[in-house]
T-cell receptor, first 114, second 114 residues
């Protein structure tokens, strides 16, 4: 079963903040976040491992609540270059047992206007 | 620079034809994956392989088969193409082990079945 992302779409002005959520019904080992720009391949942003560690990538950061099997991606002071579709990918199990297999959410379309 | 390449960006086939989609990676990755991407459904895993000649079904394997004869190459086969297989097909690869086993994606093949 795919993780559920919310919202499905968000529209921002440059400089505004956004949060994208990813929720799974399964016990997770890790959560990956990817961004896909229009007409391009998805690109890896970051990985969150069991342990609730928060990671950062420029002005984009994320958290992982392993008790709730939820992850959130935080985009602060958004830039035009942040526009794209964001996917979370979840890895189930205890780690090392799933061959790195990810189950992706349906995606969140982020549009940043000047 | 790491690279995942796919044999075609665009492909048009007729119903009932046998279709081969090829994927090649140059990163010596053990894992290779085939996804299809449809609007509103995100990335759905068709098949993956964690070693030469090994294959595992993903979430939507019906109507597809795969072949991995060499480590760097992973082929997706549609034995008898149908119109509901019209989609964007993405190939990805990753290391089998390691803390950050990010997936690297190819540019995709947009397949239209008439």
């Amino acid at each position: 079963q795919q993780p559920v992302q919310s919202p499905q779409a968000v529209i921002l002005r440059e400089g505004e903040d956004a949060v994208i959520n990813c929720s799974s019904s399964k016990a997770l080992y890790s959560v990956h976040w990817y961004r896909q720009k229009h007409g391009e391949a998805p690109v890896f942003l970051m990985i969150l491992l069991k342990g609730g560690e928060q990671k950062g990538h420029e002005k984009i950061s994320a958290s992982f609540n392993e008790k709730k099997q939820q992850s959130s991606l935080y985009l602060t002071a958004s830039q035009l270059s942040y526009s794209g579709t964001y996917f979370c990918g979840t890895e189930e199990g205890a780690g090392g047992t799933s061959y790195g297999k990810l189950t992706f959410g349906q995606g969140t379309i982020l549009t940043v206007h000047p | 620079d790491v690279k995942v390449t796919q044999s075609s960006r665009y492909l048009v086939k007729r119903t009932g034809e046998k279709v081969f989609l090829e994927c090649v990676q140059d990163m010596d990755h053990e894992n290779m994956f085939w996804y299809r991407q449809d609007p509103g459904l995100g990335l759905r895993l068709i098949y993956f392989s964690y070693d030469v000649k090994m294959k595992e079904k993903g979430d939507i394997p019906e109507g597809y088969s795969v072949s991995r004869e060499k480590k760097e190459r992973f082929s997706l086969i549609l034995e008898s193409a149908s119109t509901n297989q019209t989609s964007m097909y993405l190939c990805a690869s990753s290391f089998l082990a390691g803390v950050v086993n990010e997936q690297f994606f190819g540019p995709g093949t947009r397949l239209t079945v008439l």
